[in-house]
C-alpha cells in the first residue's frame, strides 16, 4: 500500500490511545465531577425564608384563633347585657322606690290629720319633717344636695347664676345666696344649684 493509501485509510478526529478505553475514560469523567462536587450557595437562604415564612403562617393563624375568641365573648357578654338591662332597670327602680316609699307614709300621716285641729305651725313642721325625709331617701339612693354657701367660689360645673346680688363681706364673683338647690349623682350632676353671685 502506498503512503497516499495510507494516508486515505488513516482514522479522522480524536482518538483514544492505545493505552486507553472508554470504561476508563467515563471512570476519568466521573472522578473529576466527584472531586468538584456541587455546592448549593442559596440553600441556607431559602431554608431562612421557609422557616420564617412558616413562623409567619403560624402568627397569623393564632391571630386568626383570637379574633374569633373575642368576636364569641364581646357576643357572649351582649346577649347577656340584653338579658340583664331590664332586670337591672328594675332592681334600680325598686331600690328608688323603696327609699321613698317611707317618704308617702310621712305625707299619709300628715293628710290624716284633722285640719280643724291643725295649726300653721304645725302644718310647717310636718312639712318640714316629710322634707327632711325625702331628702334622706335620695341620700340613700346615692343622690346628693348641691347647696352653696355664701362666700363659695362660683363653680359653673355644680351651679347656674341666674342674677348678680351683693351682699356684704361677699367678693366679687363668690355666691352671695342660694336660690335653689342642685343635686348630683355621683359626678353626674342631675340639675345644678340657682345662685346668685355678687357683682
Known sequence: MTDHEQSHH????????KDSSPDEARQHRQAESQAQPFVDDCAPEREEMRSAIHALETELAAAKADTLRAMADFQNLQRRTNEQEPRMRLNATGAVVR?????????????????????????????????????????????????????????????????????????????????????????????????????
Open 10 to 17: 488513516r482514522p479522522h478526529g480524536h482518538h483514544h490511545t
Open 99 to 199: 327609699h321613698v316609699i317611707p317618704v308617702l307614709d310621712h305625707f299619709d300621716l300628715a293628710l290624716a290629720q284633722d285640719p280643724a285641729r291643725m295649726t300653721v305651725a304645725a302644718a310647717v313642721d310636718g312639712i318640714r319633717m316629710v322634707r327632711t325625709e325625702l331628702i334622706k331617701a335620695l341620700e340613700r339612693s346615692g343622690v346628693e344636695l348641691i347647696q352653696p354657701t355664701p362666700g363659695d367660689a362660683f363653680d359653673p360645673h355644680q351651679a347656674e347664676a341666674i342674677m348678680h346680688r351683693p351682699a356684704d363681706g361677699i367678693g366679687s364673683g363668690c355666691v352671695s345666696m342660694t336660690l335653689q338647690p342642685g343635686y348630683r349623682l355621683g359626678e353626674t350632676v342631675l340639675r345644678p344649684a340657682k345662685v346668685a353671685v355678687a357683682p
